[in-house]
């Protein structure tokens, strides 16, 4: 019997995030970086600079203390 195999998907709340770079330290893949814009808040924020490189292990949204960081199945 085969496996099923899931897609996940990684989303940023970037007016949530406070960009405190736990999420891009944590990273085993180095595929999240700060953005060069800011959000409403006046804030630089993460983004997914490297989205074929997440493997959507979900590190990120651990170590996110904002909750701004969903991993989700991609559909």
């Not at 006046?42 to 960081?69: F, N, Q, W």
Request: proline share 4%; glycine share 6%.
């Amino acid at each position: 019997m085969a496996k099923k195999t899931v897609k996940l998907k990684m989303n940023i709340d970037i007016e949530r995030c406070k960009g405190c770079l736990l999420c891009v330290d944590i990273c085993p893949q180095k595929a999240l970086a700060m953005s060069s814009k800011v959000n409403k808040r006046g804030l630089r924020y993460a983004v997914l600079k490297y989205p074929e490189k997440c493997t959507g292990c979900g590190l990120c949204a651990l170590m996110c203390p904002d909750c701004s960081i969903t991993i989700e199945e991609d559909k």
